[in-house]
């Protein structure tokens, strides 16, 4: 599909794996279920296989897989080891809050023991040795020495950051801005980067961090050396812990997936599956486990795909789309991917503060994705930006978020209530009891939203031309909103419909279930054709006739087709027509 208002697209052509049943093969009576795909990073073990999570909510999902896995930080509170490496595990729902894995690190635990006292503290060795010896300077040295190559302990938060976006940062101010300076040993500087700028993004974090638990005031005395309190530096390394880019992304995947399934009714046509796939997969990887060997998008007629894990929009990020988009492509299906916050270069903040943030896809180091965005694979991708906000920060443990990809297909199946061909919704906003308000500033003024970044009305419609969905929230209300349904590959204005892509997603899927046992080899023509119209008669009535079709016998180029078109009678999408063609015979 080209454009949203382009309703005459259909299914060039069709391809079917045949079977070696007879012609007294019964085609499957009741409409096939809507299939879903949910694909991201849960600290699963990665098996390259999903397993089916239809009727199941989290606490049964956690109950059965129990997460475990193990993320890595620079040590800030002592000089040995460099790093310190926590054991993460989820058995149950409440084990998502952030304040009760909090709870559950060993250093909380170890420091809590200790209460302060310096010969329990000297029980680890140089473990916790920055406590409660001018703790300020001694963690500006630490971070500072970070940012030279030969000092850089290989932890998952030095590895690189794009320079333009990534996928695993939430900004680049504080921490964020510092992170993103630490280079791994085998990288040089980027052009412009300067020492001076790395030791303000240290000063900046240091001070920051203090600032926002009052522990510290803007300017020390001078000459005189300002200890920083124990539970201070205790929140600066749970801050690294929880923005790891393991733990960041599944805490944010595993939430998004409970709002999900309390959202969408049980008794819906509909089936869900869960995929473990770590979120550091680079393109060949992920190629492999999506498409060339492990085929876990083929292995059943997906609807649609959900790819949890957060990208950005940077070189490295696009050659992962790209592969995406791809295998959507060669299974006929729609991808739904989330975006990082800062995935044009910049804080989110300052995308959902302009005018025309779609500009900043302008600039160099966005080739690719404008190549993406050109080729035909880019119809079966959308991309979804902001975050709904269930919590915000409490007692050193981060908010929680729900990622818009996830918002947006629960509002999807939400229309299979109603609809043989579900779409996002548009323009209708949305309550959510589970989401938190939190004022911050939108176009200069200040404003309570249940968002991650508060955007202004120009935000959707400018991204919406970089091929980009944008989550709204709806001012002092736990409401949001999409204002547009697009897929990545331009269409009239500068948008490509996600309704028509889902809609020819659902029909592909429809017929590949429906005449998967009425076509078989050997088969003569008359015979085909017959099998084919009794096959689609029978799926028009398990629909309830919202859809029906029309076969016909064809020659298109000295090829004799089975020529087939649907109908739609019902919903959103009445009036349109879409054809396909099969072999009259053969193979």
């Known amino acids: 599909m080209t ?3 382009d309703i005459k697209g259909g299914i060039a052509s069709f391809s079917i794996g045949l079977g070696n049943k007879g012609h007294g093969a019964v085609p499957i009576k009741p409409a096939p279920p809507f299939r879903v795909l949910i694909a991201g990073d849960f600290g699963l073990a990665a098996t390259g296989v999903a397993f089916n999570i239809t009727g199941q909510d989290v606490e049964e999902i956690l109950e059965q897989k129990t997460p475990s896995f193990s993320v890595s930080a620079v040590n800030m509170l002592g000089s040995h080891p460099p790093e310190l490496e926590e054991q993460v595990s989820f058995a149950r729902l409440k084990d998502l809050a952030p304040t009760k894995l909090l709870r559950g690190f060993r250093f909380v635990r170890d420091l809590e023991a200790a209460s302060g006292d310096e010969e329990q503290l000297a029980v680890h060795d140089q473990r916790y040795d920055k406590i409660g010896k001018s703790a300020l300077d001694e963690q500006k040295s630490l971070l500072e020495r970070l940012l030279k190559d030969d000092e850089l302990p290989t932890s998952e ?7 333009d976006a990534s996928s695993s940062s939430k900004g680049t101010e504080g921490l964020d801005a510092l992170l993103s300076m630490i280079r791994s040993p085998e990288e040089k500087a980027a052009p412009g980067e300067s020492g001076s700028a790395a030791k303000t993004a240290v000063d900046a974090f240091i001070q920051k961090t203090l600032q926002e638990t009052g522990q510290v005031s803007s300017a020390p005395v001078e000459g005189k050396k300002k200890d920083a309190p124990a539970d201070t530096l205790q929140q600066a390394q749970a801050r690294l812990f929880f923005e790891s880019p393991k733990l960041s992304k599944v805490l ?3 939430h998004g997936l409970n709002l999900l399934l309390s959202e969408v009714p049980l008794d819906l046509p509909l089936e869900l599956h869960l995929l473990q796939l770590d979120h550091d997969l680079d393109a060949v990887d992920l190629q492999e486990v999506l498409g060339e060997t492990g085929e876990a998008l083929q292995a059943e007629l997906y609807d649609i795909a959900l790819f949890a894990n957060e990208i950005g929009l940077g070189p490295r990020d696009t050659e992962r789309l790209k592969v995406l988009a791809r295998e959507c492509a060669e299974s006929d299906t729609v991808g739904l991917a989330t975006l990082a916050g800062h995935f044009a270069g910049v804080p989110g903040e300052e995308v959902a503060d302009i005018e025309t943030p779609h500009q900043l896809l302008d600039k160099r180091g966005f080739e690719g994705f404008a190549g993406l965005r050109a080729s035909d694979a880019a119809s079966h991708l959308a991309l979804f930006w902001n975050d709904a906000r269930l919590t915000a920060e409490e007692d050193g443990a981060p ?3 729900v990622s818009g990809a996830f918002v947006a297909l629960s509002e999807i199946l939400v229309q299979l209530e109603t609809e043989v061909f579900p779409r996002l919704p548009v323009g209708m906003p949305k309550d959510y009891d589970a989401l938190e308000l939190v004022e911050s500033r939108s176009m200069g003024g200040e404003v309570a939203m249940a968002t991650r970044f508060a955007v202004g009305s120009d935000t959707a419609p400018s991204l919406a031309l970089a091929g980009i969905n944008v989550l709204e929230g709806v001012a002092n209300r736990t409401s949001l909103v999409f204002r547009r349904a697009v897929t990545v590959q331009p269409g009239e204005d500068g948008r490509g419909a996600l309704d028509q892509a889902l809609l020819v997603s659902r029909l592909f899927s429809l017929f590949q279930e429906a005449l998967g046992e009425a076509v078989f080899a050997g088969q003569d ?10 096959s689609l008669e029978v799926l028009s009535r398990s629909l309830s006739d919202k859809v029906t079709f029309e076969v016909e016998r ?4 000295d090829q004799d087709l089975i020529g087939v078109t649907a109908f739609v009678q019902d919903g959103w999408a009445s009036g349109q027509q879409h054809s396909f063609y099969l072999p009259a015979s053969g193979g």
């Open 525 to 534: 023509a008359d015979e085909r054709e017959a099998a084919v119209a009794t």
């Open 3 to 5: 454009g949203e208002d």
């Open 554 to 557: 064809m020659a298109v180029e």
């Open 252 to 254: 944010l995947n595993w």
């Open 399 to 401: 908010a929680l978020f």
């Open 157 to 163: 938060q030095g590895k690189r950051k794009e320079n």
